[in-house]
């Protein structure tokens, strides 16, 4: 059974940091690169981050490059966002994807608000 468990979310002031985990199982996680999306209220689903395979390689979405770090350990199953610099569009609801496999985590609440 393939599970992703995100977890970290939470309430944080603007210029604060958060660092969301994804928990994956049921596959094999190392064969695949690995996604981090964001959905806020009313908006679409936007792609935030990727990591390759290997973790040698990640992408960013302009509006986090430079804040965000998308990171994985394989020998854990694991992969996670640092994220710092918070600012209130930063609120969402953050998910970890599969894009091979179109795998999706149920999601961890991000809420950055003084």
């Known amino acids: 059974q393939v599970q992703l468990v995100e977890s ?4 944080v002031q603007p ?6 985990s994804c928990a994956a199982s049921g596959f094999t996680f190392s064969s695949y690169a690995m996604t981090w999306y964001r959905q806020a209220p009313g908006k679409e689903r936007e792609l935030v981050a990727v990591i ?9 979405a302009d509006s ?3 804040r965000f770090t998308i990171s994985r350990d394989n020998a854990k199953n694991m ?13 969402a609801v953050y998910y970890c994807m599969c894009p091979a496999r179109y795998y999706w985590g149920q999601g961890t609440q991000v809420t950055v608000s003084s």
């Not at 210029?15 to 969301?20: A, E, H, I, Q, V």
């Not at 390759?52 to 960013?60: D, E, F, H, I, L």
């Not at 992969?79 to 610099?85: A, E, G, P, R, T």
Request: proline letters at 3%; a positive charge.
């Open 79 to 91: 992969v996670y966002l640092q994220m710092s610099k918070l600012k209130p569009e930063d609120t």
């Open 15 to 20: 210029g604060g940091s958060l660092r969301l």
């Open 52 to 60: 390759s395979t290997s973790g040698g390689s990640t992408n960013y």
């Open 64 to 66: 986090v490059k430079g």
């Open 8 to 11: 970290g979310g939470g309430l």
